[in-house]
């Protein structure tokens, strides 16, 4: 079964803001970096991309035909998308256990983990 890992970056430091991410002992960056290094070589991950700030968003919408676009998130930034990998396991015990390991959910994040429907 493939699980696709969303990861919800929320008030977790990150290099993409300097003064939170400064705040973070070189030690604790260094770990960040060697976690999500770690879990990108596990066996059956398939590394996803980082998104941008949802600032850079657009939100699409189609109403009675027509195309409308809305600059920005359509979630609160706190809960916005910040990356997502699909990790290939037997059940979902593992992807927990390798969503646990991601560092945004334990620095203020969280990890969202669905199944993914193969057609």
């Known amino acids: 079964m493939k699980y696709m890992l969303l990861i919800h970056q929320g008030d977790t430091p990150t290099p993409r803001d300097p003064e939170a991410w400064a705040r973070l002992s ?20 398939s590394p996803g991309l ?20 809305t600059d920005g998130p359509f979630v609160a930034v706190k809960e ?6 699909v990790f290939e396991a037997d059940d979902l015990d ?4 390798l969503a646990a390991r991601i560092p945004a959910a334990r620095m203020g994040g ?4 669905r199944p993914v429907q193969e057609y």
Request: charged content about 20%; cysteine-free; aromatic content about 6%.
């Open 94 to 97: 593992s992807a927990i256990e």
């Open 26 to 45: 070189e030690d604790e960056q260094k770990a960040v970096y060697a976690d999500y290094q770690a879990i990108n070589e596990t066996p059956g991950v």
């Open 50 to 69: 980082q998104l941008g700030d949802p600032s850079t968003a657009t939100t699409v919408r189609v109403e009675g035909g027509e195309t409308l676009t």
């Open 80 to 85: 916005a998308l910040g990356g997502w990998l």
């Open 110 to 113: 969280a990890v969202e983990v």
